[in-house]
């Protein structure tokens, strides 16, 4: 008989992100406008024939990365997305039938990687729509060898606070428990845990250059932690793993003065915009940190969803059971004329 992994086998996975072309994309936390075309043919012009052929090059992006974030290159490991170090951290720091602790719901990859290879992920439910850090804090003992978290939290942008980390680290490390923080919405919410990765072993840090720097295209992630760990991490990696036109993005926008901070405050200003204008209209919003809100439509959820895609070319989530509102709308935020286009079609749809 033919092999097949089981753990493989068993994994339940939903693919749901094709077809999306031509459609207000508000279901996936993307940066739903992008750059200016100007940008993009500034940055493309540096893309020779000699550029496309060859394989990425990645040193000299790495120390620029690096001097960017305050960190030695060696501290720095370069990925595919951050989804690929966050594969790569579970797989070099919990054992074959291990345990693996993280918040539930949150990015499903994690549990979804810890599955694949052969963990035993355990969940830590919300209290309501926040996590419950005492509660997760007597679930870190000596049988657990990983535990992730999210700042801000995906799906409902909850955060941890400085003092509640600490605590968190304390206890991981008192118990030789490898952390993972995972920063993928990071510039959407300015405190960083990046400190904690470069004083103490086995405590990673994630981030992508998806969400506020807009290269969902183009793949780039990395991962930061003391050197001796990134070495690890390092060696799971495939050859020539990170995508050229990403870090040629990438390195254009940390070069351009000021272009990063215009990014964070039009994404700002247009969430403030969306849920002002939301309150504005009755309805009730939830709104925590990152690049994504919930709101109780006037009419039923499902129906909303469907017909601003059907009718709309709009894509959003619903979301069941929170808070005490029942179904809600899951909806990101973008730069304001993404949320103005998105209101004048919720008016249509939701009356």
Same mark, same amino acid.
């Given at each position: 008989?033919?092999?097949?992994?089981?753990?493989?086998?068993?994994?339940?996975?939903?693919?749901?992100?094709?077809?999306?072309?031509?459609?207000?994309? *508000?279901?996936?936390?993307?940066?739903?406008?992008?750059?200016? $075309?100007?940008?993009?043919?500034?940055?493309?012009?540096?893309?020779?024939?000699?550029?496309?052929?060859?394989?990425?090059?990645?040193?000299?992006?790495?120390?620029?990365?690096?001097?960017?974030?305050?960190?030695?290159?060696?501290?720095?490991? *370069?990925?595919?997305?951050?989804?690929?170090?966050?594969?790569?951290?579970?797989?070099? !720091?919990?054992?074959?039938?291990?345990?693996?602790?993280?918040?539930?719901?949150?990015?499903?990859?994690?549990?979804?990687?810890?599955?694949?290879?052969?963990?035993?992920?355990?969940?830590?439910?919300?209290?309501?729509?926040?996590?419950?850090?005492?509660?997760?804090?007597?679930?870190?003992?000596?049988?657990?060898?990983?535990?992730?978290?999210?700042?801000?939290?995906?799906?409902?942008?909850?955060?941890?606070?400085?003092?509640?980390?600490?605590?968190?680290?304390?206890?991981? $490390?008192?118990?030789?428990?490898?952390?993972?923080?995972?920063?993928?919405?990071?510039?959407?919410?300015?405190?960083?845990?990046?400190? !904690?990765?470069?004083?103490?072993?086995?405590?990673?840090?994630?981030?992508?250059?998806?969400?506020?720097?807009?290269?969902?295209?183009?793949?780039?992630?990395?991962?930061?932690?003391?050197?001796?760990?990134?070495?690890?991490?390092?060696?799971?990696?495939?050859?020539?793993?990170?995508?050229?036109?990403?870090?040629?993005?990438?390195?254009?926008?940390?070069?351009?003065?000021?272009? *990063?901070?215009?990014?964070?405050?039009? $994404?700002?200003?247009?969430?403030?915009?969306?849920?002002? @204008?939301?309150?504005?209209?009755?309805?009730?919003?939830?709104?925590?940190?990152?690049?994504?809100?919930?709101?109780?439509?006037?009419?039923?959820?499902?129906?909303?969803?469907?017909?601003?895609?059907? @009718?709309?070319?709009?894509?959003?989530?619903?979301?069941?059971?929170?808070?005490?509102?029942?179904?809600?709308?899951?909806?990101?935020?973008?730069?304001?004329?993404?949320?103005?286009? !998105?209101?004048?079609?919720?008016?249509?749809?939701?009356?």
């Amino acid at each position: 008989m033919f092999y097949v992994n089981e753990h493989v086998k068993s994994l339940n996975r939903i693919f749901d992100q094709n077809e999306r072309k031509g459609y207000l994309k *508000l279901d996936l936390n993307e940066n739903p406008v992008g750059f200016s $075309q100007e940008f993009i043919n500034e940055v493309l012009s540096k893309a020779t024939p000699e550029f496309i052929a060859q394989y990425p090059e990645t040193q000299e992006f790495q120390r620029k990365l690096a001097a960017f974030l305050g960190v030695e290159p060696e501290q720095l490991c *370069l990925t595919n997305g951050s989804a690929e170090a966050i594969r790569h951290i579970i797989e070099a !720091f919990s054992r074959p039938g291990g345990k693996v602790l993280g918040v539930k719901p949150s990015y499903a990859m994690y549990e979804i990687f810890s599955l694949m290879y052969g963990r035993e992920f355990i969940p830590c439910p919300y209290d309501g729509i926040k996590v419950n850090v005492d509660h997760l804090l007597e679930m870190i003992d000596k049988d657990i060898d990983l535990l992730v978290v999210l700042n801000p939290n995906n799906p409902f942008g909850d955060v941890y606070s400085e003092e509640e980390m600490q605590r968190i680290i304390d206890k991981a $490390q008192t118990n030789e428990v490898t952390v993972l923080i995972d920063e993928a919405y990071h510039y959407f919410y300015k405190k960083t845990f990046l400190h !904690f990765a470069l004083e103490y072993r086995n405590v990673f840090v994630t981030r992508t250059f998806t969400k506020m720097f807009g290269l969902g295209s183009g793949r780039l992630g990395f991962a930061v932690g003391q050197k001796e760990g990134i070495a690890m991490v390092q060696k799971l990696c495939t050859p020539h793993n990170v995508n050229a036109f990403g870090m040629l993005f990438a390195e254009a926008i940390m070069d351009k003065e000021g272009m *990063l901070d215009e990014m964070i405050k039009k $994404q700002a200003d247009g969430k403030q915009y969306v849920v002002s @204008e939301l309150k504005n209209r009755g309805y009730q919003v939830i709104a925590g940190e990152g690049n994504f809100i919930f709101i109780k439509p006037k009419t039923d959820a499902a129906e909303v969803m469907k017909r601003m895609k059907n @009718e709309q070319k709009i894509l959003i989530k619903t979301y069941p059971d929170i808070a005490g509102l029942g179904t809600c709308l899951r909806v990101s935020t973008g730069e304001r004329s993404a949320m103005e286009q !998105f209101l004048d079609s919720l008016d249509l749809v939701d009356r």
